[in-house]
């Protein structure tokens, strides 16, 4: 399954109550603290059962899942990589 922005958006408002403005591709989420350590807890379980992929300890990093863009591209490159 690949992963865009938008649907990542929405996950973003209604599970951890952000707001659409603040929620540009390239905004920095948890570098800027919009996010926590908790909320990535949660966000990762939430990116392994929808995408259905396994995600290590080695690949959470600011590089992989800081923004919209960033997350979705690492999903779809995890995916592909799982086919």
Known sequence: MTCDTTQLRGVLI???GLEA???????PLFSSGLLDSFNLVDLIEH???TANIRITPGEISLENLDTLDRMAAFVTRKSAAAV
């Open 14 to 16: 209604r599970k951890f």
């Open 47 to 49: 990116l392994e059962q």
């Open 21 to 27: 403005g603040t929620l540009a591709g390239d905004a």
